[in-house]
């Protein structure tokens, strides 16, 4: 089963994310801030992350910066999930690795599962 890592401080969201996940036959872990998300990324392996970026203690650009500098994480699919919608949030997620970027407000989960699955395939 594939695993997914939803870094989330919202948590209705982020239950909301593990409920059309799990239900997609995703084993989804949530964590709700930077430091969570680096912590569980040493202590497991995953197929992707979702990340938010603007989360407690370590925003999702550091969070995204760190991966993509690690031999063990570069290489995990990034899909940011923020309401931070400007071109230059957009382009600097790009540029330190994230594979796709959504704008939260503009994207229902559904169409986010979509989106997974052709970046990681199906979860068998």
């Given at each position: 089963?594939?695993?997914?890592?939803?870094?989330?401080?919202?948590?209705?969201?982020?239950?909301?994310?593990?409920?059309?996940?799990?239900?997609?036959?995703?084993?989804?872990?949530?964590?709700?801030?930077?430091?969570?998300?680096?912590?569980?990324?040493?202590?497991?392996?995953?197929?992707?992350?979702?990340?938010?970026?603007?989360?407690?203690?370590?925003?999702?650009?550091?969070?995204?910066?760190?991966?993509?500098?690690n031999d063990t994480w570069k290489n995990i699919p990034v899909v940011v999930a923020s309401n931070l919608g400007q071109k230059e949030d957009i382009d600097k997620?790009?540029?330190?690795?994230?594979?796709?970027?959504?704008?939260?407000?503009?994207?229902?989960?559904?169409?986010?599962?979509?989106?997974?699955?052709?970046?990681?395939?199906?979860?068998?």
């Amino acid at each position: 089963m594939r695993k997914i890592l939803v870094v989330e401080d919202d948590k209705f969201l982020a239950n909301a994310y593990r409920v059309k996940l799990s239900k997609a036959s995703y084993n989804v872990v949530l964590v709700y801030d930077g430091e969570e998300a680096m912590d569980a990324l040493q202590t497991d392996k995953f197929d992707l992350v979702i990340l938010d970026l603007v989360i407690p203690k370590k925003d999702g650009f550091s969070v995204l910066s760190e991966m993509k500098k690690n031999d063990t994480w570069k290489n995990i699919p990034v899909v940011v999930a923020s309401n931070l919608g400007q071109k230059e949030d957009i382009d600097k997620a790009l540029e330190l690795g994230a594979n796709d970027y959504i704008v939260k407000t503009d994207f229902s989960i559904t169409n986010l599962v979509a989106k997974l699955q052709s970046l990681i395939g199906p979860t068998s």
